[in-house]
Structures are given as C-alpha cells and as structure tokens.
C-alpha cells in the first residue's frame, strides 16, 4: 500500500511518517512544498524526510502521480482544505489532522467533496483508540453508569509554536488552545454520546500564559449543553510546564446517575526520579494511540465487531469544529451561543 503524507508543518507529521514506514506493506512517501510560512531552525522539507528516513518528492503534484492509495494531510490548519479536496479529487481516502479546519464553512465543503468523489474522509482523534476511553464507553453505552448528568475534561499541552511557529498565528492554526485543544474532547463526546448533538455553548479565555510570546489564546474553559441533557466542561490550555517530562495529557470524569467513571488517556507510565539529571522521570509503556489509529484508516479493525471503535469521520470533525467555533463567538461576547 503506498501513502502519502501530504506537508510536514504538524508537530505529529515527522510520528505518523515514521510509524507508517514500520508497517508491513506499506511504502510511505512524503511532500513538503510550502515550507515558507516554517521559522528559521525548523527543519522542513528534503532534509526532515531524510532525518526521519522516507522518500521524498519535491512537490504535491509529484506525490500523487506516484498513485498514492491514501494520504495523510499534515498541514498548517488553514491549508487543510486545499488539501483534502486535492486528494478528493484524485480519489484517494484521506486522514487529516485535527481541527478538520479553521472554519465550518472550509470543514463543510471537506466533507461534500470527499462524499461527491466517493473517498473516506476521516480526522486524526488517536484517543479513540485508549484502553481507557474503551473503558469509559462501554460502562456508559452497557448502562452501568446510568444516565449521565454531567462531565470534566482537560487536554492540557505544551504550547506548540515553541516547535512550529504557526500554532501562534490565528490566521494559520484558526485560534490558538481553543482551537488546538477542545477538539479532542469533543470527539471523544460526540462518540461517547452517540453523536448526540451539542446544544449550546459558554467559553471564557485569556492570554496570562506566555503572552509576550503569541496574541493567541493559551487558556481556555468551555462549557457544552448537550440535546441529551448532558452538561460538559473542557479545559483546553497549552498550561504543561516547559521542562514537564510529558507533553501534556487527557483526562476525562463521567458523573452518571449510578457511577463516576474516570479515565486519564496518558498515563500509561512509570513514574521515577532520576538523581543524576535532578529532575522527575516518567516512563511510557503500553500501546501506541497513534498506531492503533493509522492502522484502523490503512486496513480497519483487526477483529470487525459491533463495538469496534472507528476512525472519527469528516462528519464527526465538523461536529467537533462547530463546537469551537461556536466557543470562539461565545468568548468574543460574553454570551452562551447556539452550536450550528
């Protein structure tokens, strides 16, 4: 299988690039072209494939006459668009990374192009795939955790434009830890909630963190009503100290009526303290989210049942994005704001 991984702009491209080259049957080639919006130091294009050891064609149009079967968009956010509709119109199934895009509007017309050419759209959620959320979800969708009332989430990261400058420019990434953070959440929600739909919208955000570094949010708490009843409240703050072992992580409690279930999507370590570098130690162990993703896009599940977790899908990222736009006019006014 040959996949082609469209931009290397994405903090996570140069990870999926690598574990798509470890699997079995696949042929993995990457593309690079806009590497004019990169700060000075990053590393882009020829030479990041070289250091991360895949094949390289030096533009968009070179990529898919090599016929890829599917391809990854790895982009500055406002570039996915573009992109999904270049593949849609080659035929070709596409992940693209998370948020869908910057706009409804752009995620709207994602998905009708990848419907009108007969191509899987799907959106980059790895967190889908923890043992944990498995976890979460089945004691919500068996009942045993009753009806719920109520739920506490928080993606907290470090903040990204440290590594790519773009996450800082609203008019590149859409926001900032609003944008980059609710998301994530939101998917694991909308799954969890069977697609139930959100209702309305509360957010409040402020720039107290690293505010002489980007005019973007760094902080940010929404509030979400869903058509089920349900009220649910996610911290999405680039708020991880710069020197923190870990990038961040993902933590979610469900209050239902019989049970509280809580999960933290990354705590799959071994926590220590190293006495010759003075600082704390956190080994991971476990499975890796982002495989298990890209496996589920290149091949499906590897045991086909009824509770098999998919791939979020265009549909359910335009869900995910209407949320935040949403939370964007809610915190410009002050005001809760319909979804949709």
């Known amino acids: 299988m040959k996949v082609g991984v469209l931009s290397f702009a994405h903090v996570h491209a140069g990870g999926f690039a690598r574990l798509l080259a470890a699997m079995d049957g696949v042929e993995v080639r990457a593309a690079d072209p806009d590497t004019d919006l990169a700060a000075p130091g990053e590393v882009r294009g020829r030479a990041f494939a070289a250091e991360i050891g895949v094949d390289y064609a030096d533009t968009y149009e070179e990529l898919f006459a ?14 996915h668009r573009p992109l999904v509709e270049w593949a849609a119109a ?12 910057t706009t409804a509007e752009d995620g709207a017309a994602m998905v009708a192009a990848c419907r009108a050419a007969g191509v899987r759209l799907a959106v980059a959620h790895p967190v889908r795939f923890s043992p944990a959320y498995r976890a979460v979800r089945e ?13 506490a989430g928080a993606n907290n990261g470090y903040m990204p434009a440290g590594a790519r400058r773009w996450f800082g420019d609203p008019a590149l ?36 963190l690293y505010e002489d570094e980007v005019t973007t949010e760094t902080a940010g708490l929404i509030t ?34 019989r049970a509280t279930v809580e999960m933290d999507a990354f705590d799959q370590k071994v926590h220590g303290f190293s006495e010759t570098t003075r600082a704390p130690v956190e080994l991971p162990y476990g499975v890796d989210l982002d495989a298990l993703m890209l496996r589920e896009f290149l091949f499906g599940p590897p045991t086909p049942t009824a509770d098999a977790i998919p791939v979020t899908d265009g549909e359910a990222g335009l869900r995910s994005l209407r949320i935040v736009t949403a939370a964007y006019e809610s915190a410009r006014t002050g005001r809760a704001v319909r979804v949709g």
């Not at 080659?90 to 895009?101: I, R, S």
């Not at 004691?139 to 739920?151: F, I």
């Not at 697609?195 to 955000?205: G, L, N, R, T």
């Open 66 to 79: 090599w016929g890829p079967d599917k391809v990854v968009v790895c982009s500055e956010n406002v570039r």
């Open 90 to 101: 080659h035929g070709v199934d596409v992940l693209c990374e998370k948020p869908l895009a």
């Open 139 to 151: 004691a919500v969708r068996s009942g045993s955790a009753g009806r719920v009332l109520t739920v």
């Open 173 to 208: 990434a859409g926001g900032g830890a609003l944008m980059d953070h609710t998301v994530h959440l939101a998917d694991l929600l909308d799954d969890l909630f069977d697609a139930s739909s959100a209702d309305e919208v509360y957010a409040q955000v402020n720039n107290l």
């Open 224 to 257: 979400v009503r869903y058509a089920n009843g349900a009220v649910a409240t996610i911290d999405c703050s680039w708020s991880q100290p710069r020197h923190h072992p870990a990038w961040g992580g993902l933590q979610l409690q469900v209050i239902g009526e």
